[in-house]
């Protein structure tokens, strides 16, 4: 009898369906985010799973998105902060992060602005 069983990771765990990538890339490339931002949530997104999540340590790490956008690792970290701030990625707070070692985990979000249904034209709203 085989007693060993596979625990899922955060990312296949998670309930599909809940995110539209084509939804988000519109949502990004309409904004106002300068292009490296835009470009940088572009290969996020690109890697991100059906849920919208990059795992821990996946593709998201400082020299792959380097080498993929041709950007230093500097500008990389200030890009993956101003698309937080920005509400487009959601990670674990660095200063409680566990591991420091290996790269947060990042799960593409839309901005609150951009998640609420726009009033109607010639509405009051």
Known sequence: MDTTRTIPTPAAAAPR?????????????????????????????????????????????????????????????????????SGYIRRPNLHTWHNRAAARPIVLTLPAAASRPSPAPGGNG
């Open 17 to 85: 369906g809940s995110h539209d990538r084509a939804v988000w890339e519109r949502t990004l490339l309409a904004s106002d985010l300068r292009r490296d931002l835009r470009l940088i949530g572009l290969i996020l997104s690109h890697y991100a799973d059906g849920s919208g999540r990059l795992p821990m340590d996946g593709p998201q790490r400082l020299e792959t998105l380097c080498e993929l956008a041709r950007i230093d690792g500097k500008r990389i970290r200030v890009i993956l902060r101003e698309l937080e701030l």
